[in-house]
């Protein structure tokens, strides 16, 4: 056939990116309500705010036990609210998630993760996220 002009259309869509109620990384992994990630060993980070104590470097937004004992075992995500970057160029995703402890307990909060770095293992030591 000659004289027939064949169009594509496509349209790339920004990652990363919140879709009805599914956050997609950068890193192609989905974000949704119900998803429950593991958290890596505990283990003590410096943070030039607290010293030393603070069991995670890129989940933020509330106070973790600071007890070897009695630490965050895995987070089940509720809602993704939002996306947002930092100064320096980090994004973050905004979540409302039930917060589990390995003591049995467990309770509901607001945290800001940064997901690229949480699942990237650092200086040998396993991820403070640990993706199914």
Sequence with gaps: MTGMTIYSISQVKPIPRIEKDTLYTVSGFM?????????????????????FGEQFRYIKGMSFPNDPKNWCDSIMILKVESLSKSALNNIYVRVRAKVHYTDGSSNKATLNINFEEAIKPKNRESPELIIP
Aim: net charge positive; charged share 10%.
């Design 31 to 51: 974000f949704y309500p119900g998803l429950t990630l593991a958290t890596g060993p505990y283990k003590r980070h410096y943070s030039a705010n607290h010293g």
